[in-house]
């Protein structure tokens, strides 16, 4: 820039010095010589020194830091309302399968302290980490570290505002501050600093996060770094430096290098705050209205680093992410990756953010440019030369924002556990956007030449002139007119502020308005029916489909699950999937968080996480759209193949009870194993049972549980099939009635009856059988039969046959005479089901 715009001030000049700022060193006042030098002039520097006015800036420090820490306390009890309302009053923690049994997460809520604590850490550039030693089977010790890095902007943002104000407040009530002039300012900020890092981190270092864990040493998990201290202190002290110093006379404008800088980083803050401005609070609702309203509730620990990604991606930037898993023992799982998501196109679906909103974006951009080149034109003035670092001052600021910005943004987490497993995880803007940023400053700077003196005109005169610099007038005022320029701003030399200018009429104010007015109008209709177009879509988007298809498996609503995502089976196999059966199931999906929503054209990628009794599975679901309409694409889920349920019986049953509900299976059984059938069934444990009417059959009930994501083997319910005490009855029953037919018989040995005598049929006759000691029996499952049980004898009975025999044997006359035998009664039967009839095969054997 050049330094003829400004006039040069001289020693004398009161800009240069303030009042009650002490002479230089080594001169004199009238009756006062020269402050001594060297060695006494420290000793009496020490001895006059009063320390209690350190005070004030020890309070400046201490007080800054507690209204941080109940701002961060305020921050944290939002999210969590937040939270609970979304969860249904729930904000614990959920059990983790991996913590040794009797280990506990505490509630949130009674962390509220630490969690503040850390957090106000965290603004200050900590990054959480914690660290554990366990002990593992077959593996032995394990150490293993986990660090995360998340800045909390608004807090950061607030922090320095608090420091800033009390070091504001404390030069306005303390006489010191003049005084001691700068030096006595810096000591007081200093001092500030010092507390203010002192309390952040020392609270920080001593209040970490317990998670206590049997036969698991884990460290209490704290923010304190060495970025933390040394930024926490940087921070206090200039923030309340220039809090101090914001109260002192004030030039009326600067000249140099470093009024320079300074006017150019106004400028670059200005662009920053017209863009985020507008850019956060539509991120904000636009996530109310796509996720609730809970989800706002915890905006200010997350909007602003979104902010900072939606100014990337408006610049023409990119959001950037990478992340690498990597383990010994399942080598199969270790990954590694990164992509890139510009602001146009559908690479935002995947945040839920939709394609439309980068030209917004860009939009958004080209305006702040425009108000940001008529700040800057009216801020530094017309420049009269070309020179290169005239053009180059406002892109080097772009430069350092945007490098800053970049830094700040950024959300890094790493672990590892040695040899078992580590892993890293980042999302930033990309590595160019500095340079970027650098090009739209020089679109700023060539605007701020060639449009904003146009422009400029249509600022209010009044906020023109607050913004422009002030330059002491050269001559008195002497301008008359309604028009006059105030006669600070008047030229003098150098650049005359706001040129002069004839007010506008009242019809050309009326004009102006009305067009202007229109303008915006119509900008307003058609930014607004823009984002209700695509809101609504929004609503009714790809990610809305899997929402509620997940919320119906949560709700046992098979049907409804059906109709949403139709699995394309026969209708004989989907006996499973009603409403009857899937309702009762228990151990159902019990939450869900959509992940990521990645749309192409008309196909769209859905992942989302999904809870089970504890676990938790990450799914994938493909969908279309179907008949797309204006405000609804109508997104239909592709077919996706279902687990199936396996229920085998050891015995032939014909029906059985599955969560309560009658299913016809006529399952055959079999003698060498189980037969089986298998169907089609929704995540959930299933209870198979015989049902209550069946008489001679029983047999416990068996469950199985149908998981989440793919399994190796289908689950399976199993039945083992026992004979009932009717059965058995029944069987005894009809061996007695057979029995009872074989002593009927009037041969030697009847057909088909465990009655055998050995006479021959020749020469006996009359033969007349009575059961004397029934045989006992036992009933048992038959593996290699024919039939599902036999029943043996346990212990023969005896039977007497009385007959006549001819004892001439056929040699002369025949003499019949009376004989008495007895013999062993035993026997065995297969036992069988046949159209809901026991049927017994008997043998002799």
Known sequence: MTESHYPQTGPSDPINEAPGRPPAAGAGTAGHPGPKTGAGAASTLLKSFDYKTLIPGALVGAISYVAVLITAILFLILALIGISASNGGNTEIPSNSMLPSGGSTPSPWSLMGQLAVQLVVMSQLGALGSSIDATIPFMGNVHGSASFFALPLLLTAVSLAVLFLGGRFAAKRSSAQSAAGTAGTWIQAAVSGLVFTLLVNISGAVFGISFPVPSVKISPIGAVTLGSVLFALASGVLATFAGRASVRPRAATGVGVRAAVRRAFEAVAVHCGVFLAVAIPVVVVVLGIKSGWQA?????????????????????????????????????????????????????????????????????????????????????????????????????????????????????????????????????????????????????????????????????????????????????????????????????????????????????????????????????????????VNVIKGNNGP???????????????????????????????????????????????????????????????????????????????????????????????????????????????????????????????????????????????????????????????????????????????????????????????????????????????????????????????NFHWTLTTKPTFSMSKDPYGSSPWRIRTQAPGKATVSYERDNSYGFGTAEWKPVTDTTSVSMSANVSLENGKVKLTYSSY
Not at 367 to 377: A, D, E, N, P, R
Not at 415 to 439: K, R, Y
Not at 547 to 555: G, V
Request: charge should be neutral; hydrophobic fraction near 45%.
């Open 296 to 532: 706002t509730l915890s905006a200010p620990l997350w909007a602003p680093t979104a902010g900072f990604f939606m100014f990337g991606l408006g610049h023409l930037s990119a959001v950037s992410r990478s992340w690498n898993f990597g383990s010994a023992v399942a080598s199969s799982s270790n990954t590694s990756g990164s992509d890139i998501s510009f602001g146009f196109g559908s690479a935002l679906a995947q945040y839920g953010i939709p394609g439309w909103a980068g030209w917004l974006l860009l939009l958004l951009a080209l305006i702040s440019i425009l108000v940001t080149s008529v700040f800057w034109y009216l801020r530094r003035g017309p420049l009269v030369g070309n020179k290169i670092t005239d053009w180059a001052m406002l892109p080097a600021a772009f430069l350092v924002a945007g490098t800053l910005m970049t830094w700040l943004s950024s959300v890094t987490g790493t672990f590892d556990a040695g040899s078992l497993a580590s892993g890293a995880g980042s999302m930033t803007l990309a590595w160019w956007t500095p340079f970027f940023l650098m090009l739209w400053g020089g679109a700023t700077e060539a605007s701020a030449r060639y449009a904003a003196p146009q422009l400029s005109r249509y600022v209010p005169l009044a906020i023109a002139y607050k913004i422009a610099p002030a330059h002491p007038a050269a001559t008195a005022p002497t301008a008359t007119g309604p028009a006059a320029v105030p006669s600070a701003y008047a030229a003098a030399g150098d650049h005359p502020a706001p040129a002069p200018r004839e007010p506008m009429s009242a019809p050309t104010k009326r004009k102006l308005g009305l067009i202007l007015g229109s303008v915006g109008l119509v900008i307003v209709l058609g930014v607004g029916a823009i984002v209700t």
């Open 543 to 765: 990610d809305k489909a899997v929402n509620s298809y997940l919320q119906a498996l949560q709700n046992g609503e098979a049907s409804k699950a059906m109709v949403m995502a139709d699995p394309g089976l026969a209708n004989d196999q989907r006996v499973l999937l009603s409403d009857q059966i899937y309702a009762k199931a228990g151990k159902r999906i019990d939450g869900f968080e959509i992940v990521s929503t990645k749309i192409s054209e008309d196909n769209a990628t859905v992942v989302a996480d999904v809870h089970q009794d504890g676990r938790k599975q990450q799914s994938t679901f493909s969908l279309r759209k179907s008949n797309p309409e204006f405000l609804d694409d109508h997104w239909k889920m592709e077919s996706s193949p279902l687990q199936s349920l396996r229920i085998t019986s050891d015995t032939p049953v014909k029906t059985v009870l599955v969560n309560g509900q009658e299913l016809d299976v006529d399952l055959a059984g079999s003698v060498s194993g189980s037969s089986n059938l298998s169907y089609p069934a929704l995540p959930g444990e299933y209870t198979v049972e015989l049902p209550s009417s069946e008489k001679y059959l029983t047999a416990q009930k068996s469950t199985a549980l149908v998981t989440i994501g793919a399994a190796q083997a289908p689950p399976t319910a199993s039945l083992k099939v026992d004979a009932s005490d009717a059965l058995k009855s029944e069987a005894m029953a009809q061996i007695d009635a057979y029995l009872a037919e074989c002593v009927k018989s009037t041969e030697a040995q009847p057909a088909n009856c465990p009655l055998e005598n050995y006479s021959s049929s020749r020469y006996s006759r």
